[in-house]
């Protein structure tokens, strides 16, 4: 499949879309965008700047305040998601090749992202048409309710890792609760975001309601977060990020909803399926390369497995296909940029120094057409201790840790022992176990027997340094409501708390 037949040529800088129209950015700067697994440029995108934003943030602002989008009708709201949904359906394969050039992961592994994407817009299509509103019984004349209403304008920054599929979850909430939207790709990962954008002018939108802006976190996610036009802020990325945006966002007191990073325990028992527990521990870190925020980045096995289990987990790791994206025969892509792949090998280098055992990987691929992208093996780390840098940070990328424990409170002592809290896996055939252990941790995803399903209709989000709320399900939609109590009184007469005097 010749994937770059679907990007606009080279020469042709794309643009953002501000207020129902393609513009480009105020001072003509561009950037352009590179492919991860060879390193060549895909594609040329205007540079948004903080006064790009602040135009963008103007209209959404018009768009919910005067043109009525707050008072727009549910169903009708329904409709346009319903109409995306269908658009992109009929466009996964290119979508799906888009996401794989810009960002390294595997086709496969791309046409689920956009599979999740459409049905994230019918999901939300179907939420906002259902009730959602309640009365309530009080002790006076008094008829009480609580009504549901739209935030008003937020403003989304999205991570390069799922390009498509992170902004979507954001996107379709948003509106389908009656909100206006200014949305920021990572800087890395703009391209399907911009090809989205194509179909959400086909579908109708009224202008101002959806804004894609562009450009360098620092800049224009910054405006994002510190602009007082703006009711709330979603990010999704990295904790020092996160902090950053809740910081800036502190001084307008706007709504935040923070999905941030994660060093997550994978805890297999000696009773668990060993073929399972196996696999799952190969996908739980390798899927994406590792570039996944609830990634099983930390292996907890019961010290009685540890012989049976190790070789052939290293056996298997070293059998993955590493290549490009493309290849429909690869299992693992490239990393996002040059500059994290220098951040992951830097945390193997530290691995090392601080005495683990290197067990399988911890190199760049050079060989076999491999040399001008960023791959990196699939590393797997032994005889680690907890206050090590490779098992207390989030690295993200294909490293696995290994820590090893006897008992049970042992190996909840250990899941926990980090400052975040996204997500967890338990591997056992005890039923009762399983429950008690997945209870005890301080995790907001978790599973048993499986790891890393994920559902639309499933909260997405985490405990500690892993954020603050939820996304998907009814949760993510109600992140992006207000409540308003209302009463009425039945008995129109005066109060008589203070006297009438002559």
């Given at each position: 499949m010749d ?7 080279l ?6 879309y501000?207020?129902?129209k393609?513009?480009?950015s105020?001072t003509q ?31 959404a602002?018009r768009?919910?305040?005067k ?7 549910a ?6 998601l ?10 996964v394969?290119e979508f ?6 810009n960002?390294?992961?595997p086709?496969?592994?791309s046409r ?6 459409v049905?994230?817009?019918r999901?939300?299509?179907g939420?906002?048409?259902k009730p959602?509103g309640?009365?309530y019984d009080?002790p006076?004349d008094?008829q009480?309710m609580v009504?549901?209403e ?5 403003g989304?920054i999205i991570p ?6 992170m902004?979507t979850?954001?996107?379709?909430p ?6 206006t939207?200014v ?6 990962t703009?391209?399907s975001l911009i ?6 002018d086909e579908?109708?939108f009224?202008?101002g309601?959806i804004n894609?802006v562009l450009?360098a976190g620092e800049?224009?996610?910054a405006?994002l ?10 990010f ?5 990020t996160?902090?950053k945006?809740?910081?800036?966002a502190?001084d307008t007191?706007?709504?935040v ?9 994978n805890i297999?028992?000696?009773?668990a ?6 696999d799952?521990a190969l996908?739980a870190?390798f ?9 099983g980045?930390r ?5 009685s497995l540890?012989?049976?289990f ?8 070293k059998?993955i296909?590493?290549g490009?994206?493309a290849?429909?025969?690869?299992e693992?892509?490239p ?5 994290h792949?220098?951040r ?6 530290e691995?090392?120094k601080?005495?683990a055992t ?9 060989e076999n057409?491999?040399e001008?992208?960023?791959f990196?093996e699939?590393?797997i ?5 907890p206050d090590?840098k490779?098992?207390?940070?989030e690295?993200f ?6 820590q090893t424990?006897q008992?049970e ?6 899941a926990n022992g ?8 338990v ?10 252990v997945?209870r005890k941790?301080?995790a907001?995803i978790?599973w048993?027997?499986?790891?890393h399903?994920?559902f639309?209709?499933?909260p997405?989000?985490g405990y500690k340094q892993?954020?603050i ?6 949760y993510?939609?109600?992140k992006?409501l207000e409540?308003?109590q209302?009463?009425v009184?039945l008995?129109v007469q005066p109060s ?7």
């Amino acid at each position: 499949m010749d994937t770059k037949s679907y990007l606009t040529a080279l020469e042709t800088v794309q643009n953002m879309y501000i207020d129902g129209k393609w513009v480009a950015s105020a001072t003509q700067e561009t950037r352009k965008i590179i492919n991860p697994a060879d390193g060549e440029v895909i594609g040329v995108v205007t540079e948004g700047t903080r006064e790009d934003v602040k135009v963008a943030i103007q209209a959404a602002r018009r768009a919910f305040d005067k043109d009525g989008w707050q008072e727009s009708k549910a169903r009708d709201r329904a409709v346009l998601l319903n109409k995306i949904a269908d658009l992109l359906e009929q466009r996964v394969e290119e979508f799906a090749s888009l996401d794989t050039l810009n960002n390294g992961k595997p086709l496969r592994e791309s046409r689920y992202d956009v599979t999740d994407a459409v049905n994230q817009f019918r999901y939300y299509a179907g939420l906002c048409t259902k009730p959602h509103g309640v009365t309530y019984d009080v002790p006076d004349d008094i008829q009480a309710m609580v009504v549901r209403e739209p935030i008003g304008v937020v403003g989304q920054i999205i991570p390069w890792n799922y390009p498509l599929v992170m902004a979507t979850q954001k996107i379709a909430p948003a509106i389908a609760a009656g909100c206006t939207v200014v949305i920021k790709p990572a800087e890395q990962t703009p391209l399907s975001l911009i090809r989205l954008f194509e179909i959400i002018d086909e579908a109708g939108f009224p202008p101002g309601v959806i804004n894609l802006v562009l450009g360098a976190g620092e800049c224009v996610g910054a405006e994002l977060a510190e602009s007082p036009l703006v009711d709330k802020v979603a990010f999704t990325g990295g904790t020092d990020t996160g902090i950053k945006i809740m910081k800036a966002a502190a001084d307008t007191i706007k709504k935040v909803g923070l999905e941030l990073g994660g060093k997550s325990p994978n805890i297999v028992f000696a009773d668990a399926d060993f073929e399972t527990a196996v696999d799952y521990a190969l996908f739980a870190i390798f899927s994406n390369q590792g570039e996944v925020c609830s990634a099983g980045s930390r292996l907890l096995l019961e010290e009685s497995l540890y012989d049976r289990f190790v070789p052939e987990l290293v056996a298997r790791a070293k059998q993955i296909k590493v290549g490009p994206g493309a290849d429909e025969e690869s299992e693992m892509g490239p990393l996002i940029t040059a500059e994290h792949m220098g951040r992951v090998l830097w945390f193997i280098e530290e691995g090392k120094k601080e005495g683990a055992t290197l067990l399988c990987g911890g190199n760049r691929l050079t060989e076999n057409g491999l040399e001008k992208g960023y791959f990196v093996e699939p590393t797997i780390f032994t005889n680690t201790t907890p206050d090590m840098k490779i098992v207390q940070e989030e690295i993200f990328g294909p490293v696995l840790v290994i820590q090893t424990f006897q008992t049970e409170e042992e190996a909840i002592e250990l899941a926990n022992g980090t400052r975040f809290g996204l997500a967890g896996g338990v591997f056992t055939s005890d039923v009762a176990k399983a429950h008690r252990v997945i209870r005890k941790l301080k995790a907001g995803i978790t599973w048993i027997n499986t790891y890393h399903p994920t559902f639309n209709e499933a909260p997405w989000g985490g405990y500690k340094q892993s954020g603050i709320g939820r996304e998907l399900g009814t949760y993510g939609y109600e992140k992006y409501l207000e409540i308003k109590q209302i009463n009425v009184n039945l008995n129109v007469q005066p109060s008589g708390w203070f006297k009438k005097r002559q």
